[in-house]
T-cell receptor, first 112, second 114 residues
Framework: KQEVTQIPAALSVPEGENLVLNCSFT??????LQWFRQDPGKGLTSLLL?????REQTSGRLNASLDKSSGRSTLYIAASQPGDSATYLC???????????FGKGTRLHILP | DTEVTQTPKHLVMGMTNKKSLKCEQH?????MYWYKQKAKKPPELMFV???????INESVPSRFSPECPNSSLLNLHLHALQPEDSALYLC?????????????FGSGTRLTVV
C-alpha cells in the first residue's frame, strides 16, 4: 500500500531564506507527483506536476525534484516571502488507479 | 476557463435538512472527484466519476449522494447529516482518469452541520 510522508510537519523560517520541503513515498511505481499549496480554509492550488519520467519541474521561485528510485521528492522555495506561508501538500498517483495519495502536509510560516 | 467552481462557499444546515453542493468545470475534463477535508488533515477521497459514471465510492455513508448530470457538472446531495460531517468539501477534476495531467481543485464549500 502506497504511503506518503512529509517532513517536517511544520516549519518557520525568516523571510528571504531558501528552504526545502520533503516528501517520501513507499512504492516507487508512481505515475506522477503533484505539489499543492493550501491557504487556511481554502482549496488546493496546484504548484508543480512531475511526471514519472521527469526529474524536476520549475515555476518561478519554486523547483520540485523527483527521485523515483529512492522514493523522494523535494520542493525548493527560493527567497521566501511572507506570502509563501501556507500548507504544502504532496500527492502521488499510481498508474491504473483513479485516485491520488496525499501526504499530511508541511505547514510553512515565513517570518517577516 | 481553467477553474473548478464550487457553490456555495459556505453552508450551514440542520440535521434534518436536505441540501446540495455544486461543482462545475468547463475544461473538458472527464474525471471529477469529491473530497472531504477536516481541519489540519489532508483531503480524503469520497467519490470518483469517470466519464460521468461513478467509478469509486470510498465507503461513504448513504447520507451523501453524488450525481453527475453531465460532463461539466458534479453535485453532492446531503441529507440527515451529523455534526461530525462538518468539514471543507472539495471538488476536483482531471483531464482523464489516468491522472496523467494531475488534478485541478475548486476552492471548496465550508459545511457546518448544527
Amino acid at each position: 500500500k502506497q504511503e506518503v510522508t512529509q517532513i517536517p510537519a511544520a516549519l518557520s523560517v525568516p523571510e528571504g531564506e531558501n528552504l526545502v520541503l520533503n516528501c517520501s513515498f513507499t512504492d516507487s511505481a508512481i505515475y506522477n507527483l503533484q505539489w499543492f499549496r493550501q491557504d487556511p480554509g481554502k482549496g488546493l492550488t496546484s504548484l508543480l506536476l512531475i511526471q514519472s519520467s521527469q526529474r524536476e519541474q520549475t515555476s518561478g521561485r519554486l523547483n520540485a525534484s523527483l527521485d523515483k528510485s529512492s522514493g523522494r521528492s523535494t520542493l525548493y522555495i527560493a527567497a521566501s516571502q511572507p506570502g509563501d506561508s501556507a500548507t504544502y501538500l504532496c500527492a502521488v498517483s499510481v498508474g491504473g488507479d483513479d485516485k491520488i495519495i496525499f501526504g499530511k502536509g508541511t505547514r510553512l510560516h515565513i517570518l517577516p | 476557463d481553467t477553474e473548478v467552481t464550487q457553490t456555495p462557499k459556505h453552508l450551514v444546515m440542520g440535521m434534518t435538512n436536505k441540501k446540495s453542493l455544486k461543482c462545475e468545470q468547463h475544461m473538458g475534463h472527464r474525471a471529477m472527484y469529491w473530497y472531504k477535508q477536516k481541519a489540519k488533515k489532508p483531503p480524503e477521497l469520497m467519490f470518483v466519476y469517470s466519464y460521468e459514471k461513478l467509478s469509486i465510492n470510498e465507503s461513504v455513508p448513504s447520507r451523501f449522494s453524488p450525481e453527475c448530470p453531465n460532463s461539466s457538472l458534479l453535485n453532492l446531495h446531503l441529507h440527515a447529516l451529523q455534526p461530525e460531517d462538518s468539514a471543507l468539501y472539495l471538488c476536483a477534476s482531471s483531464q482523464n482518469p489516468t491522472l496523467f495531467y494531475g488534478y485541478t481543485f475548486g476552492s471548496g464549500t465550508r459545511l457546518t452541520v448544527v
